[in-house]
């Protein structure tokens, strides 16, 4: 059985940053690519950055030039970098990893607060 397990949010301040870090537990086929998504009270989970097999990334508009994403294929971990945070990143962050064969694993998410 894979799960993925998320952790690093918390509470900050505007401008602060937060690295995001999702664990893959278990044994999966080789992941085609992984990504960050965040939803917010309200609102409809929305993507924020992906990263593929290859190593190449996508991001948001909203986030780009502030979050980085990477991963470590030897620790089966991947990463959000997240810099200068403002009010309006406030979401609970979901981790989700895709195999080649195209199953979709997601994580329980981790809240991530920005407020003064």
């Known amino acids: 059985q894979v799960q993925l397990v998320e952790s690093g949010g918390g509470l900050v301040q505007p401008g602060e940053s937060l690295r995001l870090s999702c664990a893959i537990r278990g044994t999966m086929s080789s992941i085609y690519r992984m990504g960050w998504y965040r939803q917010a009270p309200g609102k409809q989970r929305e993507l924020v950055a992906r990263?593929?097999?290859?190593?190449?990334?996508a991001y948001a508009d909203s986030v780009k030039g502030r979050f980085t994403i990477s991963r470590d294929t030897a620790k089966n971990t991947a990463y959000l970098q997240t810099n200068s945070l403002k009010s309006e990143d406030t979401a609970v962050y979901y981790c989700n990893a895709e195999d080649v064969n195209l199953n979709q694993y997601w994580g329980q998410g981790t809240q991530v607060t920005v407020s003064s």
């Open positions: 990263i593929f097999r290859t190593g190449s990334t």
